[in-house]
């Protein structure tokens, strides 16, 4: 029996400041960043120099399959630049690991949180 799996997705926009909230479940796949990629490109498209902070829930999430992977670091290399803060509220040390590795492809700052207060009182620092 297939588990399920996916990734749920809130855009908040102010301006040029964006607040994303991703929640994953299950393993994600190709076909998760074919639904939410078009829609973060399509809120950030009209904006000349948007600033994203994201919230992203890991704590039902059990990885990526490769090409999910793949789509993942084009995302983030997509925009990259456009992300200020992103907090990665997890369980799992390999997520730890991931926020760390995230930094080196994001011109913003990623933190690892086993905390979702922290997680979001970080992002609400100016």
Request: net charge negative.
């Amino acid at each position: 029996m297939a588990k399920s799996h996916g990734i749920k997705i809130e855009i908040d926009n102010n301006g040029d400041e964006f607040f994303v909230e991703l929640k994953a479940t299950g393993k994600l796949t190709h076909q998760d960043y074919q639904l939410i990629t078009p829609e973060i490109d399509d809120a950030l498209a009209d904006v000349d120099k948007p600033i994203v902070d994201v919230y992203f829930d890991g704590t039902e999430c059990d990885g990526w399959d490769i090409h999910a992977a793949w789509d993942d670091l084009k995302l983030g290399l997509k925009h990259g630049k456009q992300f200020r803060k992103v907090a990665l509220y997890g369980n799992k040390h390999w997520q730890e690991v991931g926020a760390k590795v995230g930094n080196w492809f994001l011109s913003g700052e990623v933190r690892y949180f086993d905390n979702s207060i922290d997680a979001l009182n970080w992002l609400k620092e100016e």
